[in-house]
């Protein structure tokens, strides 16, 4: 079965520091999506990225940027001169098939939390 | 922008009281899915419909929870009776029809109803 593991549970930094957020993933697909959410404390979970399977070229949207390593499993997350509106809890999700259906499965998240 | 709509945002109930919560999807978006989120984890999918059809409900619990999307727009998720465990956050989101274009992948959510059951 899928899985999305983000082992880093919470992480604190200063305003400005560049942080990177840590997701790896288990799939048997050939095909599958990966994708980045942020739920700040309102609760709606917000898009951030979508990448598929044979796309490994990494991506920079502002002071944010994602590097997914197919080799690795991996699909990290960083943001870079971090500001205090970036505190949330991101979340990696994997797009499973079955059943003729396509689901999520996300991981545990992690906390962000931005210092002034 | 087109947002996916839920409400209530917030709800108190007893245990053994009924509860439902409504979402109203991204116009044009044939998938619906509502997903369950205890503090603490990720969300977790209870029930997708693809138009008016359920595709998958193997995560809902049916001895107490039921869903539907009568006319394949709108949809309701309903509680009876709520139990302690059920206080959790319930997520709608909405997707285009699966299909080739890579947009139709995405999943975009609504604001969430906070569920507390005493």
């Known amino acids: 079965a899928q899985k999305v593991t983000q082992a880093q549970t919470e992480i604190s930094v200063v305003e400005k520091e560049d942080v990177t957020l840590d997701c790896v993933y288990e799939t048997r697909d050939t095909t599958y999506y990966l994708f980045w959410y942020k739920q700040p404390p309102s609760g709606e979970l917000v898009f951030l990225i979508r990448r598929n399977s044979f796309d490994e070229q990494n991506e920079i949207s502002g002071r944010y940027s994602w590097n997914f390593q197919k080799s690795t499993s991996s699909f990290n997350f960083t943001i870079t001169a971090s500001q205090v509106v970036d505190s949330a809890v991101y979340f990696c999700a994997l797009s499973e098939f079955s059943k003729g259906a396509q689901k999520l499965v996300f991981g545990q998240g992690t906390r962000l939390t931005i210092n002034p | 922008e087109a947002e996916v709509a839920q409400s209530p945002r917030y709800k108190i109930t007893e245990k053994s009281q009924a509860v439902a919560f409504w979402c109203d999807p991204i116009s044009g978006h044939a998938t619906l899915y509502w997903y369950r989120q205890i503090l603490g984890q990720g969300p977790e999918l209870l029930v997708q419909?693809?138009?008016?059809?359920?595709?998958?409900d193997s995560q809902l619990p049916k001895d107490r929870f039921s869903a539907e999307r009568l006319k394949g727009v709108d949809s309701t998720l309903k509680i009876q009776p709520a139990e302690l465990g059920d206080s959790a956050m319930y997520l709608c989101?909405?997707?285009?029809?699966?299909?080739?274009?890579?947009?139709?992948?995405?999943?975009?959510f609504g604001p969430g109803t906070r569920l507390l059951v005493l």
């Open positions: 989101a909405s997707s285009l029809e699966p299909g080739l274009a890579a947009d139709s992948q995405t999943q975009y």
């Open positions: 419909f693809q138009d008016e059809s359920v595709v998958d």
